[in-house]
T-cell receptor
Framework: RKEVEQDPGPFNVPEGATVAFNCTYS??????FFWYRQDCRKEPKLLMS???SGNEDGRFTAQLNRASQYISLLIRDSKLSDSATYLC???????????FGRGTSLIVHP | NAGVTQTPKFQVLKTGQSMTLQCAQD?????MSWYRQDPGMGLRLIHY???????DQGEVPNGYNVSRSTTEDFPLRLLSAAPSQTSVYFC?????????????????FGEGSWLTVV
């Protein structure tokens, strides 16, 4: 079983739609969680950290469910510019090495 | 503010040639790492370092060497290039948390190095 799993997609949604991604992790001792965004042929960049109580940044909401060992990312009112790959990153649990999911591809169309 | 700088951005090698991908960061980060990314495979860790003089292997270290003589620099050497090493390579760095949560800090990536081995 992979340590961090994501549905690769692609998720194909119209502008204005709400879309959600989940990411499951296997190490119950994991302590920090992030969502990164990667545009085509570009480096990954931090989108947002995920806090235990959940957090929101504009149209983006991240949630953590420790009991079921998953994190989620909700994007409201999707824009064309949201088209990218979204990487889930899990850290801690006795290791200094962050673990990346393979990413979920989002395509927002007019 | 340079952040993480990788060179070269593009490189074509012949099978058997050696080369070094350079990576430098100006943020005084302790943790540096090299990843390769292939279509459908996600990011795979090649080697990493938690400080000057300390390196360790990641998931796919074969065919690559690293060294960390300074905090700023973390070069990746391909010893004898093979077509299977055709990929995009990312260098990354992060500060190492002093608290209870290791590496609970943003990971910064270089812009990537596109390598083709023919």
């Amino acid at each position: 079983r992979k340590e961090v799993e994501q549905d690769p997609g692609p998720f194909n949604v119209p502008e204005g739609a709400t879309v959600a991604f989940n990411c499951t992790y296997s190490n119950s001792a994991s302590q920090s969680f992030f969502w990164y965004r990667q545009d085509c042929r570009k480096e990954p960049k931090l989108l947002m950290s995920v806090y235990s109580s959940g957090n929101e940044d504009g149209r983006f909401t991240a949630q953590l469910n420790r009991a079921s060992q998953y994190i989620s990312l909700l994007i409201r009112d999707s824009k064309l510019s949201d088209s990218a790959t979204y990487l889930c990153v899990v850290n801690g649990g006795g290791s200094y090495i962050p673990t990346f999911g393979r990413g979920t591809s989002l395509i927002v169309h007019p | 503010n340079a952040g993480v700088t990788q060179t070269p951005k593009f490189q074509v090698l012949k099978t058997g040639q050696s080369m070094t991908l350079q990576c430098a960061q100006d943020m005084n980060h302790e943790y540096m790492s090299w990843y390769r990314q292939d279509p459908g495979m996600g990011l795979r860790l090649i080697h990493y370092s938690v400080g000057a003089g300390i390196t360790d292997q990641g998931e796919v270290p074969n065919g690559y060497n690293v060294s960390r003589s300074t905090t700023e620099d973390f070069p990746l050497r391909l010893l004898s290039a093979a077509p299977s090493q055709t990929s995009v390579y990312f260098c990354a760095s992060s500060s190492r948390s002093r608290g209870a949560i290791p590496l609970a800090n943003t990971i910064y990536f270089g812009e990537g190095s596109w390598l083709t081995v023919v």
